[in-house]
Structure formats: C-alpha cells, structure tokens
C-alpha cells in the first residue's frame, strides 16, 4: 500500500490533523486540546467546543502539513471524522476538509470515529485478523470483531454510561477536576484495598455492558457514609470503582476472544489510557496467549493520525465521499464495501 | 479580479462568483437544506459553470454574522480554509448590512433576523453608505421596535425573518412600517463581494484568526462568568 493522507479530526474537544504515509507511518500528528477551556465547565459544552473549532482548523492543519514537510500536490486525499460525535463539532473539520481537497482537486473519505480508534493500533503494529478490539472512551464502549479490514462486527456495547462518563461522574462525586479518568487511575492506585461495588455482568451470554448501576453505587455509598457521619476515603472508592469497570471489561473481553478464536486484541479509545485496565487486560491475555496490542497514550485519546491509518485503508478499497458529506452524530459502525 | 461569495449565516443560501465587477453567477436559495450539504457542491457548481478552477479565485467573502451559529461556522469554515489553502485574501462582511443593501430606499432601513425566544439580531442603516444608525446587536424584538419608534419616520424593512413578525412590527409602529418585496428579502452573495470590495483586503495572515461575529456569548460561558462574579 502506498499513500498519503492528510486527516483531520474534530468530534470532540480535540482539533487534530495528521499526515499518515502508507498507512503505517505518523509523518505528522498534530492536536489542540480545548480541556483548559473546558475544565471551567466540569465536561464539553458542544456550543464552546464548535467555536474552539473554527478558531484552530487551519492552524492546525497547516502546522501537520508543515511538520509533514508536505504540499498539497504530494496528498493522494483528504481524510475526516465524519461521526460519530457533537454534531456542531464535527461540521467544522468536514467543511474545512471539504473545502481543501476541493481547492486541491483531491478525494475526501469520511471516516467512523470508532473505526479510527481501532486502526490507532495499525499505527503500532499490523493488525492479525480475525481480531477483536475493545474500545472505550468518553462516549463508546464497544466490543468490535473485525474479520478482515473494513469488516466491523459490533459483539457488545453499553446500554447506558460510557465507561469514560462513569469515570467523569464518579470523579465528580469526589470532588475531582474535569476530566475524571486520570485522577481516578491514579487514586486507585494509591489505596491498599478497595470498596466493595457490585458487577453488572448482565445475561449470561451478552457482551454488553452497563455503568449506571455502579455509579449509583458510588453515589448511594458517598450518602450513606454522609449520613452516619463517615468520611469517605477517595483512594478507596476510586479504587473499588476502577476494580469494577475493569473486571467486567477485562472477563468479558478475554471470554469473546476466546470464543472467536481471534489472533489479536486491541484496546482502543481515551479510557485505554487507563493503567488499571491496560495491566489488566495485558496480564489476562498473555494468560491465554492471546496478543495483546494497547497503542501508545497519545494514540488512545482522540487524534488524527487514527483516522488517517483507518482512511488509508478506505483508499485503497476505493472507498469516497464527496463534498455533499454532512455530520453524522450517529453514524453507525458499518463494514466499507471493497469497489 | 476574481472573487468568489459565500453567505450561509442564516437559512438561505447564496452563492456568487463576481468578475471585475461583473456577476458571472449567482446562486440564492431558501430551501431550508443543510448548509454542509448544499454549500460545497454550489461553490464547485458556481465555478464550473463560470469555467473557472479554485486557484483562478482572486479574493474571497463571507457573512461574518449575526445569524445562526452552525450555519455561521460552515460559511466560515470553508471560507477561511479555501483562502488560507489558495493563499486568498478573506474578507468578512455583516450579515445584516448585506441584507440591508439589497433594500432600494432612501431612508431607514432595518434588516434583521430571528434569534428565537421573542429576541432577533437587527441593525437599521441610513444613507448610501449605510451608516448604522442602530448598531448590531441581540435584542428583544420589542426592545427594537421601540428604539425605531422614536426615529419618527417610515422604516423600511428587509429579510424574511422581517416579513415573518410583520404583525408584531405592525402593532408597534402601524403605517411608519414598511416591507421590501419578497425578491429582496434572501440575502445575496453577490451584495456581499459588493461591500467587500469597499473594504481594504486584509493580509493574509489575519485569515488563521478569522472567526464568526456571534453577538453572543455561549449560554454555558454567560452562566459561568455569572458564578465567578457572585463568587468575588
């Protein structure tokens, strides 16, 4: 496969873009996180965000184009998040993506956010298929089987919380900063013992997932000590929260790969940034012989190099969009058809 | 000079390529369609049809506001984009003062747009360059209609938003209230390079910082500042 892709990247609070050679190697990878502006808010104000937005695409692009050392005449095509995410966010770097493959005469790809965090790994090593990827971020929690490239099979997901909403909530109960999730991991792993909280495996044979209940849990036990006058021991609860989230995802995890027989498993999506759960999810595998690959943290939060190692493969399906391309809130996972 | 036109700050959409001073096409529509879907392919249709390639756009201008936020952000977003990609000069032209020069009227004119929940976004104008004798703002409709009260003679009134509260404008200032015909009431595109080509071509590397003129803060930011005073 040879290509070059410039990818942006702007679902969330981050705006990103990226130039990706032949889908493997990271010639730039450039992101502006708004969390400074964000943190005011205790969580992303999609109103704020899509304003953040506007002010930094083009900084932003022409600085991944830069550190590329890249002209637009080298790009074989243009690379965007097309959904799922906030939609005001999203239409800012589809237009500007638009607008410059059209200035430059290139093809444009949209590109399925959650596709983009599970190509993430492509980025580290090749991906072995059949294989299955675990994504968890802010917004998903996914179970995602893919046989081939392109090919997207979605085994289990949540049916209420994302797991990175669960650490936000439960970070707020504690009286942590906006985002949640770092303060947790690393409370955790400061406490000798954790609170007993419930699992929520669900049905015997479902790959889905649920975090409400455990948050409620959390909640109900802040009140409850409150009331009898106790004080709660952070490093306690965050470490009894952590222990939950992370069993389920690591036995359910482990219990579908096997199943499937996959010849590799990813991790995928902000939440992967999570020590607890990488060491977790590594030590069970490696139980199973089952490889195991985490992309490096910087690759796990929301970035745009994913997007364009997911894109690079799109291109040589022949996969296009075009400049009529809108954001797609909730776009589903679906496989690309080969043309 | 070569200039292309892009307005998508409210509803319509307009789109226009103006060749020294002449309109090669323009393209005005209110079909309440989703600007990221229309905006590009009329831009790419504007071009072909004028036998022209992105690179031959000497100059571009865009609606800066106020309008909507999302329909400002793709304007914008494309706007700035093709002009920092094709090393363009961008200018960025209000909203309600293009609107208000499509009026053909001597006197006062007051362009405006629904800004939900009773408020709109207005501005009245006098003279032919348009002099702002009620400045840009978010205002209560009312609030509006009784500032232009005092102004004593007949206001002409331009947009369809304008003809939509024909009514509550009616109420306030009876016969002193006039309304330009349908035919004038989209914004043009065409009235925008207009109005940009008055104007010094900012350099360009202002393009980067060019951003919509929202007229308003974000609810969430208004709520914020609002704690942090009660706080002091």
């Known amino acids: 496969m040879e290509n070059l892709i410039l990818a942006i990247e702007t679902s969330c609070d981050e705006t990103a873009a990226s130039v990706i050679k032949n889908g493997t190697e990271i010639l730039s990878n450039v992101v502006a996180s708004q969390i400074e502006s964000q943190k005011r808010f205790g969580g992303v104000v999609p109103e704020i965000a899509s304003r953040h937005h506007v002010e930094q695409i083009t900084i932003v692009i022409e600085e991944a184009l830069e550190k590329a050392n890249i002209e637009p005449s080298d790009l074989n095509a243009v690379a965007v998040t097309e959904g799922p995410g906030l939609v005001g966010a999203l239409l800012v770097g589809i237009n500007a993506a638009k607008a410059f493959a059209f200035s430059h005469g290139l093809p444009i790809i949209g590109v399925h956010h959650i596709a983009g965090h599970i190509y993430a790994s492509s980025l580290v090593e090749p991906m072995q298929f059949p294989l299955l990827a675990l994504v968890v971020s802010g917004g998903h929690t996914e179970l995602v089987y893919m046989k081939e490239h392109g090919s997207f099979e979605v085994i289990g997901e949540t049916r209420d919380d994302a797991a990175g909403e669960a650490y936000d909530k439960v970070a707020r109960v504690l009286n942590m900063p906006y985002p949640g999730g770092p303060h947790i991991d690393r409370l955790a792993h400061e406490a000798e013992k954790g609170v007993e909280f419930p699992r929520a495996w669900l049905e015997e044979n479902s790959y889905d997932f649920s975090f409400s209940g455990l948050k409620s849990a959390v909640i109900n036990y802040k009140h409850n000590m409150e009331q009898r006058g106790e004080e709660i021991v952070p490093e306690e609860v965050a470490k009894g929260f952590q222990d939950s989230v992370v069993e389920v995802l690591t036995t359910k995890t482990v219990k579908a790969a096997k199943e499937l027989n996959v010849k590799q498993v990813i991790v995928a999506g902000g939440v992967s940034a999570n020590r607890g759960l990488r060491e977790s999810l590594s030590e069970a595998l490696a139980k199973e012989g089952i490889p195991f690959v985490a992309p490096p943290l910087h690759l796990c939060t929301d970035n745009a190099a994913m997007i364009g190692a997911c894109a690079a493969y799109m291109y040589e399906a022949g996969v296009r969009g075009d400049l009529s391309m809108n954001g797609l809130p909730g776009k589903e996972l679906k496989s690309w058809a080969r043309s | 000079m070569i200039w292309l036109g892009i307005d998508t700050s409210n509803a319509p959409l307009s789109v226009a390529i103006v060749k020294d001073g002449q309109v090669l096409i323009e393209i005005v529509q209110n079909l309440k369609l989703t600007h990221s879907v229309s905006c590009m392919p009329t831009i790419e249709e504007a071009l072909k049809k004028a036998n022209l390639k992105p690179a031959d756009i000497d ?21 700035k984009t093709l002009a920092w990609t094709l090393k363009k000069p961008l200018v960025g032209v209000s909203s309600l003062k293009s609107l208000a020069s499509n009026a053909i009227y001597s006197g006062t004119i007051c362009a405006m747009f629904d800004a939900r929940r009773g408020n709109v976004y ?9 002099t702002p004798v009620i400045p840009e703002q978010h205002v209560s409709l009312q609030e509006l209609l009784e ?31 006039k309304f330009s015909p349908a035919s004038l009431n989209l914004p043009r595109a065409s009235k925008l390079i207009e109005l940009a080509e008055k104007e010094p071509l900012p350099a360009l590397d202002t393009i980067h910082h060019f951003v919509p ?20």
């Open chain 2, 59 to 79: 100059g571009i201008a865009v609606s800066e506001g106020p309008g909507s936020y999302t329909g400002l952000r793709i304007g914008v977003t494309i706007a």
């Open chain 2, 122 to 130: 207005a501005a009245a104008f006098q003279g032919d360059e348009l």
């Open chain 2, 147 to 177: 500032k232009l009260e005092t102004f004593n003679e007949p206001i002409m009134f331009v947009g369809i938003d304008a003809q939509k509260f024909e009514e509550e404008i009616r109420a306030k200032l009876g016969d002193k209230a």
């Open chain 2, 213 to 232: 003129k929202y007229h308003r803060i974000s609810e969430a930011e208004a709520n914020w500042i609002k704690e942090q005073k009660k706080g002091q």
